[in-house]
């Protein structure tokens, strides 16, 4: 089987292709190489374990380590990543792979002894260059003083092997070759966003989770011993070995592909540091636990030590795990407080804006959104042009639909954390289109209004004003009396027409009847006339065309009451009847009486203003004297 | 009197003049427009004008500026604007400073001939003349700020906006000319008015704070 062996590293240049065309051939390559290594190694077990070795595996721990080899070889066959992550990966598949068949095969000569007591260090040394490799991948800067200092280290603890003296330095040479990935990716995760960062963060724990895993099996190595269970302290290592190379290979693989993958989606990257934090956990408490138990043998002691520092350490990994949480997806925090405003219907840029300023913690923040005609819009509906330091919020880079806009400097950062926030600004933005479409309606609405107030009061307005005051002039050198009473009558007509065409044009109802409806407003109407008496008014508001004509009923009624039968006491009411569909105006007087909707054109107007909308007014005599106008006016829509 | 009137509606126009004409007055000059307004004022200089605020060619405010150039070239000219609608803003841009031998009138009030004859000669005396509607708008969306005065002090600031001398406001509110006073001293110390309470330009001073805040 030597054969098979030493052809392992002879198919080593030949997998990776550096230009590869495609991706068919490397993934063959990997099939090909990766079963090739199976059966080398299910081969390798059939011959008996070497004596030479000082420790004997079990036949399921090997099969173990095969399989973590054939799994990082098939990745590496699968990998889109740059060249040097492609190489590192194959490195590490195939020296994974080659690992037990030489444990194996150790007796086969002296240079295949060295080669199995050394199998470790290439696939160990992957796995900490790999972490290191993806993240510059992902976040396109260079690491390479990083990826050095291990080269250095690593030349450092095997130099030191030669010297025995020098074996302590060595072994904290090859540890330290496990604190600098992580020293060298997290501040690297800092400052990406969204996906980018969920992948930087995948490579974050490529770094760690491997030496929690080996620590852990470490730790479970040495309770072994010192609880004298068994001798599996070596089996222990080896598992801890395989499950690190499998799954530094994985998490550097989905860091680096260009396919989504489930291993990105934020429960998974949440659960694998969840995972790290509580094999943490485990080893600070099982380790100080064992040590305490090593050194003094009192149980108690230790089991209380354990479960005082699991707690303690538990709970802070808790607090640690909802940081980070926050931090590896902002936007999902984002959308957990917009998600607590509940429904906000018609003011939901409003919430976006005042949730965005609570999470980045700049109150100066505005979030501008485009509306479907291009045009950029503040929550207020203003419009306004996003400054060039906006950061887009959703939408394409290019052609972004919504965009944040921080006051402070530290603001641009955390905003672009939050990532493409498309899906949870879907609704402000389509929203702002709508509010726009409708006060575009409105404001054309309003300049159609203002052209026709303009052509009435420049137009008709002027003419009619005109003809009266000719009228007026001829009327006055007229002799015959009964001609120039009728020139005056027709006077009269005439200044009230102009009137009307006034109001009509200004179309302006009293601002306190829109804003108070008719409680504020025919209290606000009566209140300089002494002579009202009696004022009864609904607290309810009605449609807006009712309440402009029950006013204008009641403000008729009056300027009749007072100007023409000098009334002394006026009663006002306004009351529902027929289980409120109907609106009743009531104006009763006690003056002279004798008004006929016939005669004045006030109260002519108004009777043709009330039978337009549905009602009917009675103007009678009222008992003993006075008059009575009364309107009922239909409430709601009038029925068809 | 010598009169130039600016209006653009032709019959409007011709009735004002027949009324001024019938009232013993000269009307020197009719014209349609702002350019001619100026151009007649120069060459006749009347003693009032009477302009619309509204003229072509953009019926938005021609009458308002040729006014206020003449007002500002001719101080003692003396002016009525005359408006189809009530523009409060409009008083304290034209006025400009100066609300001396100054009216403001809609043009409805053309028809109350007597009135408004008199009106012309109080605006030519040197007077100030503002229609109430116009006052009473001001007054309107100024009810917020009025807060402070008893119903009795904002008629009496009414009528003062409106231009009427102390004597004439005791006598729309049946009240003696020492109360009128009084009223006057309580408003201009609430509202904070520097003007002297029996100077004419207190005119100007209730106008233009009540245009403060637009």
């Known amino acids: 089987m030597g054969t098979r062996g030493s052809s392992l590293p002879g198919a080593q240049p030949a997998g990776p292709v550096v230009a590869g065309p495609g991706l068919a051939g490397p993934v063959l390559a990997g099939t090909v190489v990766a079963g090739a290594g199976l059966v080398a190694g299910i081969v390798a077990l059939r011959v008996p374990w070497p004596a030479d070795l000082g420790f004997t595996l079990h036949p399921a721990i090997l099969g173990l380590m095969l399989c973590a080899g054939v799994g990082c070889t098939l990745l590496a066959g699968w990998s889109d990543a740059r060249w040097p992550v492609r190489v590192a990966l194959w490195v590490l598949g195939l020296t994974t792979l080659a690992y037990p068949t030489l444990l194996g095969l150790a007796d086969a000569g002296p240079a295949l002894a060295l080669a199995a007591m050394t199998g470790h260090v290439l696939p160990l040394t992957m796995v900490n260059l790999l972490p290191i490799l993806a993240i510059s991948a992902v976040t396109g800067r260079s690491r390479r003083r990083w990826m050095l200092a291990i080269g250095v280290l690593l030349g450092t603890s095997i130099l030191t092997q030669v010297f025995q003296a020098l074996a302590v330095l060595g072994s904290a040479a090859w540890l330290g070759n496990f604190a600098l990935p992580m020293i060298a990716t997290w501040p690297l995760v800092r400052g990406t966003g969204g996906v980018l960062r969920r992948r930087a963060i995948v490579c974050g724990l490529a770094s760690v989770l491997p030496v929690a895993i080996i620590a852990l099996c470490l730790t479970l190595g040495i309770a072994d011993s010192t609880l004298h269970l068994g001798s599996w302290s070596v089996e222990a290592l080896m598992i801890g070995f395989s499950l690190a190379v499998s799954t530094t290979a994985a998490l550097v693989w989905a860091a680096t592909t260009a396919r989504e993958t489930w291993l990105l989606r934020t429960p998974v990257v949440l659960g694998l540091l969840g995972g790290v934090l509580a094999v943490v956990t485990v080893i600070v408490a099982l380790g100080a636990g064992l040590a305490l138990l090593a050194g003094s043998s009192r149980a108690p002691l230790a089991l209380g030590v354990g479960i005082v520092l699991t707690v303690g350490v538990g709970l802070a990994a808790v607090r640690l795990h909802g940081w980070a949480a926050r931090q590896i997806d902002p936007a999902a925090e984002f959308a957990a407080e917009l998600a607590m405003l509940g429904e906000v219907s018609g003011e939901r840029r409003l919430a976006v804006q005042q949730v965005l300023r609570q999470l980045i913690g700049d109150p100066g923040l505005a979030v501008l959104v485009r509306t479907s005609d291009g045009v950029w819009v503040d929550p207020a509906g203003a419009e306004r042009t996003p400054p060039a330091e906006s950061i887009r919020l959703a939408g394409p880079t290019e052609q972004p639909t919504a965009v944040a806009v921080g006051s402070a400097p530290e603001s641009a950062g955390r905003l672009r954390l939050l990532g493409d926030c498309g899906q949870l600004l879907e609704d402000a933005i389509l929203e702002a289109s709508v509010q726009r479409e409708a006060a575009r309606a409105d404001a054309a609405a309003v300049a159609e209004r203002h052209r026709l107030s303009r052509d009435l009061h420049d137009g008709v307005q002027g003419r009619l004003l005109g003809i009266t005051l000719n009228l007026q002039l001829s009327g006055e050198q007229l002799a015959d009396p009964t001609a120039r009473l009728l020139v005056a009558e027709t006077v009269d007509a005439l200044r009230n027409a102009v009137e009307e065409v006034r109001s009509l044009g200004d179309g302006r109802v009293p601002a306190i009847l829109v804003d108070g409806g008719l409680g504020p407003a025919l209290t606000h109407l009566v209140r300089p006339l002494a002579a009202v008496t009696e004022l009864r008014l609904p607290p309810r508001r009605y449609p807006p065309e009712l309440e402009a004509c029950a006013y204008f009923v009641v403000g008729e009624a009056l300027a009749n009451a007072v100007k023409h039968a000098t009334a002394q006491n006026i009663g006002v009411r306004v009351e529902e009847l027929a289980g409120g569909d109907v609106v009743r105006v009531l104006v009763v007087d006690d003056g002279v009486g004798g008004a006929d909707p016939r005669l004045g054109s006030g109260l002519r107007g108004i009777a043709e203003r009330v039978s337009a909308s549905g009602g009917l007014l009675v103007v009678r005599e009222g008992v003993p004297g006075g008059t009575v106008v009364e309107a009922t006016l239909p409430c709601g829509p009038a029925p068809s | ?214």
């Open chain 2, 1 to 214: 009197m010598r009169i130039v009137i600016a209006e653009d509606q032709v019959l409007l126009r011709d009735g004002i003049a027949r009324l001024l004409t019938g009232a013993g007055h000269a009307v020197v000059a009719r014209v349609g427009d702002g350019h001619a307004l100026i151009a007649e004022v120069n060459r006749q200089r009347p003693e009032l004008v009477l302009a619309d605020i509204r003229m072509p060619p953009s019926y938005s405010d021609e009458g308002a500026r040729a006014v206020l150039h003449l007002r500002e070239r001719f101080p003692e000219l003396a002016v009525v604007m005359l408006s189809q609608v009530v523009e409060p803003g409009l008083v304290a841009a034209v006025t400009g400073g100066a609300a001396r031998r100054f009216g403001y009138l809609l043009k409805d009030r053309v028809l109350d001939t007597a009135i408004f004859l008199e009106q012309l000669a109080m605006v030519a005396a040197g007077s100030t003349v503002i229609d109430s509607e116009v006052v009473a708008e001001c007054l309107r969306q100024e009810a917020r700020r009025l807060n402070g005065l008893t119903e009795r002090e904002v008629e009496v600031l009414r009528l003062v906006a409106e231009g009427r001398s102390n004597a004439g406001i005791a006598a729309a509110l049946v009240i003696s000319r020492r109360t009128v006073e009084a009223h006057l001293r309580s408003i201009f110390g609430k509202l904070g008015l520097m003007a002297d309470p029996e100077d004419n330009q207190r005119v100007l001073a209730v106008l233009n704070w009540l245009s403060e805040s637009r």
